[in-house]
């Protein structure tokens, strides 16, 4: 008598799942606390008995997932205390309001004309002595409207009072002007200069780019409020 014994087919490409694997995400190496303790209770379930882990082994993943824990409640802390700063930032910048500030000006000064006739400062600071120093001023549609040549100077900040007047002599209109300036030695070598801006605060407002705190000037500048270097009460 002939028995048949039926074939088990291969099918080809087929893949075994294992039902009991965790899922994890496939495009993030990175996991969570959480993920990763589910992960070592689902290895030692299945773990050979015959071939248990190791207690040294075991004791490695425990630190691992301890540092991981204190990672994850490290950026949390983080978080929060960049939360309370700019807080802060911005109940410090409500009493700047009706205040005058000077600012960095990162290479461009800001200086406004009132109408009131008086001087307009123009404030920078020089990392040597300067045997000259020349500013030239712009108006808001970026023309040069005059340039001032202002002899020697020596190291450190400076002021110079600008009359508000073009390279003519006539007085300038009311509004908001920038001012670059260039400084040479005695050799005709350029002297590392920089320059500041000035205005009184108008209001507040953040950033809503990266949430920091900018001081909005009567003129319309606006301000970080990191580039503050001076508050001082309007006289």
């Given at each position: 008598?002939?028995?048949?014994?039926?074939?088990?087919?291969?099918?080809?490409?087929?893949?075994?799942?294992?039902?009991?694997?965790?899922?994890?995400?496939?495009?993030?190496?990175?996991?969570?606390?959480?993920?990763?303790?589910?992960?070592?209770?689902?290895?030692?379930?299945?773990?050979?008995?015959?071939?248990?882990?190791?207690?040294?082994?075991?004791?490695?993943?425990?630190?691992?997932?301890?540092?991981?824990?204190?990672q994850t409640t490290t950026n949390d802390n983080l978080m929060l205390l960049q939360d309370y700063s700019a807080t802060l930032n911005r109940l410090s910048a409500l009493d700047m309001i009706g205040k005058a500030v000077e600012f960095d000006g990162s290479g461009a000064g800001s200086a406004?004309?009132?109408?009131?006739?008086?001087?307009?400062?123009?404030?920078?600071?020089?990392?040597?002595?300067?045997?000259?120093?020349?500013?030239?001023?712009?108006?808001?549609?970026?023309?040069?409207?005059?340039?001032?040549?202002?002899?020697?100077?020596?190291?450190?900040?400076?002021?110079?009072?600008?009359?508000?007047?073009?390279?003519?002599?006539?007085?300038?209109?009311?509004?908001?002007?920038?001012?670059?300036?260039?400084?040479?030695?005695?050799?005709?070598?350029?002297?590392?200069?920089?320059?500041?801006?000035?205005?009184?605060?108008?209001?507040?407002?953040?950033?809503?780019?990266?949430?920091?705190?900018?001081?909005?000037?009567?003129?319309?500048?606006?301000?970080?409020?990191?580039?503050?270097?001076?508050?001082?009460?309007?006289?």
């Amino acid at each position: 008598m002939t028995m048949f014994n039926p074939t088990v087919g291969i099918v080809e490409g087929a893949s075994y799942s294992d039902p009991f694997a965790v899922p994890v995400k496939s495009n993030d190496d990175d996991i969570g606390k959480d993920a990763f303790l589910l992960l070592l209770v689902e290895q030692l379930k299945n773990q050979d008995p015959l071939e248990p882990m190791s207690g040294t082994d075991f004791t490695a993943q425990l630190a691992q997932f301890s540092s991981l824990e204190q990672q994850t409640t490290t950026n949390d802390n983080l978080m929060l205390l960049q939360d309370y700063s700019a807080t802060l930032n911005r109940l410090s910048a409500l009493d700047m309001i009706g205040k005058a500030v000077e600012f960095d000006g990162s290479g461009a000064g800001s200086a406004t004309i009132n109408g009131d006739g008086q001087p307009v400062p123009l404030n920078f600071e020089l990392a040597d002595n300067a045997q000259e120093v020349v500013i030239d001023i712009y108006n808001d549609a970026g023309g040069r409207v005059a340039t001032l040549e202002l002899g020697y100077h020596d190291l450190g900040p400076q002021s110079f009072n600008w009359n508000g007047k073009d390279a003519d002599g006539n007085a300038l209109a009311e509004g908001h002007y920038t001012f670059e300036m260039t400084a040479r030695d005695e050799l005709g070598q350029l002297v590392t200069s920089s320059v500041n801006g000035g205005g009184e605060v108008h209001g507040v407002e953040t950033d809503p780019a990266n949430g920091n705190t900018v001081l909005v000037l009567v003129d319309g500048t606006r301000v970080g409020i990191d580039q503050v270097v001076s508050v001082r009460a309007v006289s």
